[in-house]
């Protein structure tokens, strides 16, 4: 397995971007990586023993393993400690490389709270529009009977015409509203939606889809990168 290993580029939190094979993947909370980590700070090669051969990249870099600084270092071990760059960014080595075998076991249980909550704001703005089109009746309704009553009485004639129109145009003001924060609504759920409901496997992250949390748990397993699910 061999990885190069630095700060993500182009954002204002930073986390650490680990490429493999041309793929890169993000590792840890935005932000916590410090500007003192290189974009590619070190070249890691691991052998089938696990042993950890790691190389700093660029020569104004500083590498430190279990405490000492040193350029390049072979025969070491995933919990050996590493630390990168003068603020001595802690490199997890060992999740990290557990996270790219997927022989690892997440625990899925927070994405209960996401499926959950997007399901039922999806059916609230579903509620939300069916009593807005029947809503959408009254005006109509509201109008021709104030025609129909100016029809009779002459006296309210021009205040009941009025009554029609300010009625209609109410009506037709908070429908054009809600048509534009209707779809803006249902966009911004859905893009929340596909930022949280991943896989936990911070080497996979991949959006899983709408499948219902119940059957993301009969599964066991993410269908992308294979690591298993449990609650
Ligand atoms: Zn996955």
Not at 119 to 127: A, F, L, P, R, S
Not at 193 to 202: A, H, L, Q
Not at 206 to 212: D, E
Request: contains cysteine; proline residues 5%.
């Amino acid at each position: 397995m061999e990885l190069t290993i630095g700060r993500e580029s182009g954002v204002d939190n930073p986390r650490l971007a680990v490429e493999q094979n041309g793929k890169t993947f993000y590792w840890g909370k935005p932000g916590s990586v410090p500007r003192s980590v290189s974009r590619k700070h070190c070249l890691v090669k691991i052998d089938d023993d696990s042993k950890v051969l790691i190389e700093d990249i660029t020569p104004n870099n500083f590498m430190y393993i279990n405490g000492m600084d040193c350029k390049k270092k072979g025969g070491i071990t995933l919990s050996d400690t590493i630390e990168l760059g003068p603020d001595r960014y802690r490199l997890d080595l060992e999740g990290i490389v557990k996270a790219l075998s997927s022989q690892q076991t997440y625990s899925i249980a927070t994405l209960k709270g996401v499926y959950d909550s997007y399901q039922k704001e999806k059916y609230d703005i579903q509620v939300y529009q069916g009593k807005l089109n029947a809503l959408s009746t009254l005006p109509g309704i509201l109008s021709m009977t104030s025609i129909g009553i100016a029809v009779f009485i002459e006296n309210a004639r021009l205040v009941m015409i009025i009554v029609a129109a300010v009625f209609a145009l109410v009506f037709a003001l908070i429908r054009y509203r809600n048509a534009s924060k209707i779809p803006s609504r249902t966009k911004k759920l859905d893009e929340e939606f596909r930022d949280k409901y991943i896989c936990p496997n911070p080497a996979c992250g991949h959006f899983l889809g709408v499948t219902p949390y119940k059957e993301l748990l009969k599964n066991r397993t993410c269908p992308y990168c294979k690591s298993k699910f449990t609650e």
